[in-house]
C-alpha cells in the first residue's frame, strides 16, 4: 500500500512490542485503504490520530491490547459487534485488539468509510440524529 506517512507515527508504532505493531500497522493500512485522502498526524503530545475532514480514528497501545478510537463511532452502525468499549460515548467508540486476535477488517474498514463519509457531511455535530 502507497501513502504518505508521518515519521512520528513510524516512531510511535516502531517503539511497541513486535505484536502491537503488527495491529498498529493493519490499522494504519486499513483507515488509509479506506480513503486515499487520509492524513495521519500526532495529537495529545504522542497519539497517532487519522484525519480526513475531521478525526477517524487514533491509536493507543495499553499494556495487553491495543485501542482503536473511533471518532463519532457513536453515530456509525456496528452490525458485527466490534466494538468493545465506550457504548455510552456520544461520540467516540473504541475496538480493543488483543494480542493474536485478528481484526476484523472489513466491518472496520466500513466504519472508517462512514466516518469519513459524516466528517465531509459536517461531522458529527451537525449529523447526531
Same mark, same amino acid.
Given at each position: 500500500?502507497?501513502?504518505?506517512?508521518?515519521?512520528?507515527?513510524?516512531?510511535? !508504532?516502531? /517503539? +511497541?512490542?513486535?505484536?502491537?505493531?503488527?495491529?498498529?500497522?493493519?490499522?494504519? %493500512?486499513?483507515?488509509?485503504? =479506506? $480513503? @486515499?485522502?487520509?492524513?495521519?498526524?500526532?495529537?495529545?503530545?504522542?497519539?497517532?490520530?487519522?484525519?480526513?475532514?475531521?478525526? !477517524?480514528? /487514533? +491509536?493507543?497501545?495499553?499494556?495487553?491490547?491495543?485501542?482503536?478510537?473511533?471518532? %463519532?463511532?457513536?453515530?456509525? =452502525? $456496528? @452490525?458485527?459487534?466490534?466494538?468493545?468499549g465506550g457504548h455510552d460515548n456520544k461520540t467516540a467508540r473504541t475496538v480493543?485488539?488483543?494480542?493474536?486476535?485478528?481484526?476484523?477488517?472489513?466491518?472496520?474498514?466500513?466504519?472508517?468509510?462512514?466516518?469519513?463519509a459524516n466528517n465531509r457531511a459536517g461531522g458529527w455535530r451537525k449529523l447526531?440524529?
Open positions: 500500500m502507497n501513502y504518505v506517512t508521518d515519521p512520528r507515527v513510524d516512531a510511535y !508504532i516502531e /517503539a +511497541l512490542p513486535d505484536w502491537q505493531r503488527v495491529i498498529c500497522r493493519e490499522v494504519r %493500512d486499513l483507515v488509509h485503504a =479506506a $480513503d @486515499p485522502e487520509v492524513v495521519e498526524t500526532i495529537k495529545r503530545t504522542t497519539r497517532p490520530y487519522f484525519v480526513l475532514q475531521g478525526n !477517524i480514528c /487514533a +491509536l493507543l497501545a495499553a499494556k495487553d491490547h491495543v485501542n482503536i478510537f473511533l471518532y %463519532d463511532g457513536a453515530i456509525v =452502525a $456496528d @452490525p458485527e459487534g466490534i466494538i468493545t480493543a485488539v488483543r494480542r493474536d486476535e485478528n481484526i476484523n477488517a472489513p466491518a472496520l474498514t466500513a466504519m472508517f468509510k462512514q466516518i469519513i447526531k440524529p
